[in-house]
């Protein structure tokens, strides 16, 4: 492999795959095709005797060259055939079987054979009552092709040992047919047959019957469990996976390689031998918990093991939440909701014997990750006899640190092996062209004459790139994201290649549905409507989450060819995606009072993290990120792009703790004489602090609270040496930090001291900044008796009164701020207010006189109202009861808490509010409540047994109003959900 002959041909393979991808010729050297053919053929002479593991390289080279060689136009077509088998067999012996099934799936060979390879048919999943008579009626073979035969049957009676149905399980004959084919001349050669024994021996080792216990396999043939694991997967399984005496177990592999199935069957094994425990599994968005909480209930389900939402917005357990918990056996849930349940001391904690950490790697990501961080360190002093804790990342290398942290006998294994191939490009416009550059590889050009602006030059990049398939452009923010979808539609337009839905794609439920909920909950004439239909869609924070989900789904079932989002779209979902394009890797943070604007970085671990979107497992041979370096602002974060063009999971650099980031930047600030270390010593931090730091700050003095309220041992030194942080700290840091901890510990001892000091347990159980509690509690004791009493007034009979509860509200929205400082501002109170009273989002951009677009207005309530609010209306409502306690009043009955569940959903009725509960859309439950209330009297049942009862017509023409609104895409479905359950 080191001849200059090898190394010049393996350079024109590496070179014609990526030419190749975008449908251009490739043309290979006069003598190459045949060095290269020899060169494949040895590798399959050798291999089966070869260790696999040890000369994967050499295999993948192999197979890589075979699947070139197969793209030659002047090949024969028998030749070409030969070729993609050769790669397909190759790719299974490379531990790449989504290569391998992409290579065969548009091929003419034996129906079986291909369900082999493509892993279709009893190939995919274990099954309870498969028919492998009729599977082979259906698929009789016609050629007559004695390898063809005996390979079918060989492939069908593996299939029989992997689906239960079988005790004969290596007894192939295509081991003997490779011995007559030395001799004789049969379809396939001794060395393709000898390889496909190998290839069959190895998929018997990966079957999920020899690699799991008998009474797990029943269970998993139950929820349909694939037939065969992946090479990660066993390996996983190997390294203690479900060995429950590793306390702290870690698993980092990249995107698309099995975790998430790893997942079903460890929580799976879990409740099989503890069957009354429970599972909690964090990951660290809304959009995720969504998605686990979906895929994990279609494979449960039917084994009666309930998978459980718990929202995300900060209040008290509602009945229906706790409820939930008792009844589910997997709670899906964000860090800051585990971290509500664990200052709760909810009893159902006692039962939980496992937490899955989700997207680990996000202990670095600021505010966000000080929290998991400082809640995995109370879970640790929080149980005597901690749970599991496993730990899945796709991007962090060193997982061991994070299992050592946590566990007192981990363990963790960290594989770098892709499902499919991955490059990373950088697009840029050279003498007038347009130029990927493939460092080390080559610089192709895909664009003769580039468009002269930015925008204009990044679709044009994207749909050069559409030709290998769906194209996810990372843009900026959330305008810019919708700018260049116009300027891509328009692109399209002009050039006359403008893309249409089909007539069947424009009656799916999918674009019915999506269309349904851009018309209803942002505008008729919404941009998205009409890109849509054009297969454009953008995603970021600015819809609402119905649409969202309803974006994503489009985009799944591949209805969109073009999707322009922010970063969020990115994290841990699964998308159809074949190239993702990255325009900027400086995002500009949002602005804060007396502080000059900053970019962040977009990681080089945030990147892969993204780059992982790209290349369909099954279908695409390879995913592609470009980097589009005419915006890329390298300059604005100190960055050199040689950080981000490197794939491999072992080169990339290790996960840090956001606490000990937060630390740092508290002492060089301190350093740098920008504040006073006797700044940070008082209740309300300094103005100017920067946001992670106040988050920081806030919640490491609410993780001391909580210790202090459950009587865990509190030694500030033990406490900070517990931290992941301490790993990162240096000698003198960790002395400075040290001191840090000792002030903050005085600071919370002082709050807690104060003679109108709520009691710690409280303090513990609202989880706000001492700031916050501090303003509430002052605005509370300066409210007269009269007042106090007025606060019942804020329901009457289930319904908001809104002539009372503006007084509650609008002080709460002065007040009330998020754990990094940030409060809502004054004139929002308005909009929250309209928010309440049910009316579509853009009546509330009217009437509130919100001045920015409805995108905007969209993602400050559902990132921001929903999210403060009701935490702090709850947090008010304590705090009133603890006043009342204080002054002997027994005239307020809990009102105001009724108050933070309304606000949560955006309606002004209990009656809406299980409506809600129940899917409808928030506007829907808003008049469908009030035509209830109205005649209330006429009904001798409650909301849900009128609604069952009620007529179609009559439904529909309430939901309509006199606007004539459209009706919600799935009105129908949840009618009938209603009627059936009454």
């Known amino acids: 492999m080191k001849e200059t002959s090898f190394v010049a041909d393996w350079a024109w393979v590496k070179r014609s795959l990526i030419i190749n991808r975008l449908d251009q010729a490739i043309f290979p050297f006069d003598t190459s095709v045949s060095r290269l053919a020899y060169f494949i053929e040895c590798v399959l002479v050798s291999v089966p005797d070869w260790d696999m593991d040890s000369s994967r390289k050499v295999i993948r080279i192999a197979a890589e060259i075979s699947e070139n060689l197969s793209n030659v136009k002047t090949l024969c077509e028998r030749t070409v055939q030969k070729l993609k088998m050769r790669a397909a067999i190759l790719y299974e012996l490379a531990d790449l079987p989504s290569l391998s099934a992409s290579i065969l799936k548009d091929e003419m060979i034996h129906p079986i054979l291909k369900d082999f390879f493509v892993r279709k048919g009893p190939f995919r999943s274990l099954v309870s009552d498969f028919s492998f008579t009729n599977y082979l009626e259906e698929n009789a073979d016609k050629t007559k092709n004695i390898s063809s035969l005996v390979l079918s049957s060989d492939s069908i009676q593996l299939s029989r040992y992997e689906q239960g149905e079988s005790i004969v399980k290596d007894h192939f004959l295509v081991g003997c047919l490779a011995d007559i084919a030395k001799h004789n001349s049969v379809e396939l050669t001794c060395s393709e047959l000898n390889a496909l024994k190998a290839v069959l021996l190895k998929r018997l080792a990966l079957s999920t019957r020899e690699n799991v216990e008998n009474s797990i396999f029943s269970l998993l043939k139950i929820i349909g469990f694939p037939a065969e694991f992946w090479n990660s997967q066993v390996q996983a399984l190997r390294n203690g996976l479900l060995d429950t005496k590793y306390d702290s177990w870690g698993f980092a592999s990249p995107t698309g390689t099995g975790k998430t199935f790893l997942a079903r069957l460890l929580i799976l094994e879990t409740l099989y031998k503890k069957r009354q425990s429970k599972v909690l599994y964090i990951v660290p968005s809304r959009a995720l918990v969504y998605e686990v909480v979906k895929d994990l209930s279609s494979a449960f389900n039917i ?368 350093e740098a004489g920008q504040f006073e270390f006797k700044d940070f010593t008082e209740t309300v931090l300094p103005n100017g602090a920067p946001r992670k730091v106040k988050g920081a700050v806030n919640l490491l003095r609410t993780g ?168 702090g209306i709850y947090a008010f409502h304590c705090l009133l009861e603890d006043e009342c306690t204080r002054r002997g009043l027994a005239c307020y009955s809990g009102e105001v808490l009724s108050v933070a569940y309304l606000v949560d959903a955006g309606v002004s009725s209990f009656d809406a509010f299980r409506l809600v509960k129940m899917d409808f859309e928030r506007v829907d439950a808003t008049r469908l409540a009030d035509y209830y209330y109205k005649n209330r009297h006429k009904m001798q049942m409650d909301v849900m047994g009128w609604l069952a009862n009620e007529s179609d017509e009559n439904i529909a023409k309430i939901l309509r109003g006199w606007e004539n609104r459209r009706i919600d895409f799935d009105l129908p479905r949840l009618i009938r959900h209603l009627r059936g359950v009454s």
């Open 303 to 670: 084994l009666e093991i309930y998978v459980a939402e718990v929202t995300p917005q900060l209040s008290e357990l509602s009945s229906d939440e706790e409820e939930k918990l008792e009844t589910a056996s997997v709670v899906v849930l964000t860090p800051e909701k585990a971290d509500l349940l664990l200052r709760l001391g909810v009893d159902f904690l006692q039962l939980v014997s496992l937490i899955v950490i989700d997207e680990a790697h996000h202990i670095e990501s600021g505010t966000r990750g000080s929290l998991l961080e400082l809640y995995i360190w109370r879970l640790k002093n929080y149980y005597a006899n901690p749970p599991r804790i496993v730990f899945l990342s796709a991007v962090a290398p060193n997982l061991g640190d994070l299992t050592r942290w946590v566990g007192k006998n981990p363990r963790d294994i960290v594989l770098d092996n892709r499902s499919t191939r991955m490059r990373v490009g950088i697009y840029k416009i050279r003498n007038k062209r347009g130029i990927i550059e493939y460092p080390g590889i080559l610089d192709l050009q895909i664009v003769s004459n580039p468009e002269k602006t930015q925008e204009r030059q990044l679709v044009q990049l994207a749909e050069r790139l559409s030709i290998a398939g769906p194209v996810l452009t990372v843009a900026k923010g959330k305008k810019t994201s919708q700018n260049i979808a116009k300027s891509m539609k328009k692109w399209l337009d002009e050039k006359s290649v403008l893309p249409c839905l089909t007539k069947e794609e424009l009656f799916s439920d999918e674009y019915l549905r999506l269309d349904s909920r851009l018309e209803r909950e942002m505008d008729s004439v919404v941009e998205m409507r009409s890109l849509i239909k054009h297969r454009i869609a953008y995603h970021h924070a600015g819809l609402p989450p119905r649409v969202r989900c309803a974006v994503e789904d489009a985009i799944k079932i591949g209805l969109i060819k073009y999707v322009f989002a922010t970063t969020t779209l990115a994290e841990g979902v699964n998308f159809p995606f074949s190239s993702v394009i990255v325009q900027s890797l400086a995002l500009r943070e949002p602005p804060e009072k007396g502080r000059p604007s900053k970019y962040s970085p977009v990681t080089p671990r945030n990147f892969w993290n993204i780059a992982g979107r790209a290349g369909r497992p099954g279908y695409d041979k390879e995913g592609q990120a470009i980097l589009f370096e005419p915006s890329l602002g390298l300059d604005k974060i100190d960055a050199v792009i040689d950080d981000y063009l490197e794939p491999s999971l072992f080169k990339s650099t290790p996960v840090e703790s956001a606490l000990a980031k937060a630390l740092k930047e508290i002492l060089e600030i301190i």
């Open 704 to 871: 001391l609270i909580h210790a202090k309220a459950t009587k865990i041992d509190i030694n500030i030194e033990s406490i900070l040496e517990g931290t992941f942080a301490y790993c990162f700290l240096s000698a003198d840091e960790k002395v400075a930090s040290l001191k840090f901890f000792l002030a903050q510990n005085e600071v919370v001892d002082s709050f807690i001291a104060k003679d109108n000091s709520p009691p710690v347990e409280l303090l513990a159980q609202l989880g706000l900044s001492l700031e916050t509690v501090s303003e509430l509690c002052n605005y509370i004791a300066s409210l007269d008796d009269w007042k106090i009493e007025n606060m019942s007034g804020v329901m009457h009979g289930g319904r908001l009164n809104f002539d009372q509860v503006e007084y509650l509200i609008r002080p709460i929205v002065k007040r009330m701020a998020e754990i990094e400082g940030g409060k809502l501002q004054s004139f929002m109170s308005d909009v929250v207010l309209k928010w309440l009273s049910g009316i579509p989002l853009a009546a509330v951009k009217k009437e509130a006189g919100f001045d920015s677009s409805l995108e905007e207005l969209v993602s400050v309530i559902y990132s921001r109202v929903q999210y403060i609010l009701p935490w």
